[in-house]
């Protein structure tokens, strides 16, 4: 039997206490939304997107962005709260923390690890693993991996449709993680030895998809989603360098790199070492720890799908927070194999387990987390601060407007503007007929804005087509003027 105490030392529940909240100003400072008064960035389009639909625009279909709907929908209903509706949507970002660490937790415990050592593992460790290197604030896999670990802690509990139910809230949070998700829940219910609860599962999450794709449907959304889809597809298999990386090896190369980078290589690493050490133990002990040997599959199976979605789709380097399912899964399941160690006391397995935290969350600069609180100040004052295209355009006459290139307004106060091309930004590696709809919808318009700083891109042919399609229509149709770093181009 392991030397674990079964009651726990006051200073030790006074000492976690203290870390965690220690660790949740940190989440704190790390999720305030970014700020949208500088560079636009992926959070600065999803903010443009949730503003259009709160301003009564269809998704997909009047506004476009290739996210997953609830991206949106969380988001514009987020931002009715505080000023630019910065409170809301920074409550929405620590929820998704909250809802991982208490599901760790409540897996934790259902392993058979002491609550100290969960509540330490859970919400100390887990949440500087899940905002670790490859996370940003606004990052949409967060949603996806905290609904996982709330689908896998409902399978512990013997909850299998709301397990389902979550998986399916998952698909349109972030369709990409549906395989890693149901891979992930089915090795749990058959390591745990709940194959019936596949039934209720099932059911659960069948309607959950028939529910929400009703909702979409009633709102005019439902097949623009789908079409939505083939747009990814293309895109998750396009160039992000040149247009000539057209080959297999490179396009494999594209998404393997993600898995070599050593911040990632490390993490991975670890991972595998942890899952390694524990199997001679587990197998000896498989009758008498099942719910250990279950937690080492379910892990497995989210690792090793997590690295096959990278290589199948991943393009950027923030992709791999979808390994924030596994590593926080590998803190638990070394939690609790330490714990049932004849010669490894609880602060042992505490201070083993903080070890493998910080490679965990991808070897990250101290700036990374530190930052979030020696530039809090700044940070609120930009994302309170309206941005400068919605300045500009306030003071204009609403009139049918596109975007071109990243200029995006991010801010409320434009509700009586009409978007007359869907597509509000546009980047060189999107798929070509991105650019092709855009120049035929673009002499809809009776404003057009771009960014100053609108150039070629010679490794893009597509692109640099576009933009001169863009600076052909501009010149002989509109008058352009200056503002800051936008070009507003009224038609003649």
Not at 49 to 67: F, I, P, Q, S
């Amino acid at each position: 039997m392991a030397k674990v105490p079964t009651r726990t030392n006051p200073a030790a529940k006074i000492s976690v206490a203290i870390l965690a909240a220690l660790t949740w100003l940190l989440v704190i400072g790390m999720t305030i939304p970014r700020a949208i008064s500088g560079g636009v960035a992926d959070y600065g389009f999803f903010t443009a997107v949730a503003e259009r639909m709160r301003a009564g625009d269809t998704l997909y279909v009047e506004v476009w962005d290739n996210k997953d709907p609830f991206v949106f929908f969380f988001l514009a209903i987020a931002r009715n709260v505080g000023p630019n509706g910065v409170i809301g949507s920074w409550l929405l970002e620590i929820s998704w923390v909250v809802i991982a660490a208490i599901a760790l937790y409540v897996i934790g415990k259902r392993t058979q690890i002491p609550s100290i050592l969960a509540a330490f593992s859970a919400f100390v460790l887990a949440p500087i693993v899940i905002l670790g290197m490859p996370y940003f604030m606004g990052n949409t896999h967060l949603p996806a991996i905290a609904l996982l670990l709330a689908a896998l802690a409902l399978i512990y509990t013997n909850h299998p449709v709301g397990a389902g139910i979550a998986i399916g809230v998952l698909l349109f949070f972030k369709l990409v993680m549906v395989p890693i998700a149901l891979v992930t829940i089915t090795a749990a219910l058959l390591a745990n030895r709940k194959r019936p609860a596949m039934v209720p599962a099932l059911g659960g999450f069948i309607a959950t998809l028939a529910s929400i794709g009703l909702l979409l449907a009633i709102r005019g959304e439902l097949v623009a989603f789908v079409d939505t889809q083939v747009h990814n597809i293309l895109y998750s298999q396009s160039p992000i360098v040149s247009a000539e990386q057209t080959g297999l090896v490179q396009k494999i190369g594209q998404h393997v790199v993600i898995l070599v980078n050593p911040h990632i290589a490390g993490l991975i690493l670890v991972t595998a070492l942890i899952g390694i050490a524990t199997i001679p133990y587990l197998a000896a002990n498989k009758h008498r720890w099942p719910e250990l040997s279950g937690l080492w599959w379910t892990t497995a199976a989210a690792f090793v799908m997590a690295g096959l979605t990278i290589v199948a789709t991943g393009k950027w380097f923030h992709h791999a927070n979808i390994f924030a399912v596994s590593s926080t899964l590998a803190i638990v399941l070394l939690a609790g194999w330490l714990t049932n160690q004849r010669s490894t006391t609880a602060l042992t397995a505490a201070l083993l387990t903080a070890a493998v935290t910080y490679p965990l969350a991808a070897t990250p600069p101290p700036a990374h987390y530190t930052s979030a609180l020696t530039e809090f100040g700044q940070r609120w004052s930009e994302a309170t601060t309206v941005d400068s295209l919605t300045r500009a355009l306030r003071d204009r006459e609403p009139t049918s407007v596109s975007f071109i290139g990243e200029s995006v307004p991010r801010s409320g106060g434009l509700e009586e503007w009409t978007i007359a091309c869907r597509h509000v930004a546009q980047r060189p590696f999107n798929p070509a007929e991105i650019f092709t709809e855009t120049l035929e919808c673009l002499p809809t318009s009776q404003t057009i804005v771009l960014t100053r700083d609108f150039a070629p891109e010679p490794n893009f042919p597509a692109f640099e087509a576009f933009i001169s399609g863009v600076e052909d229509l501009t010149e002989r149709e509109y008058t352009c003027e200056r503002v800051e770093t936008y070009r507003i181009c009224e038609r003649s």
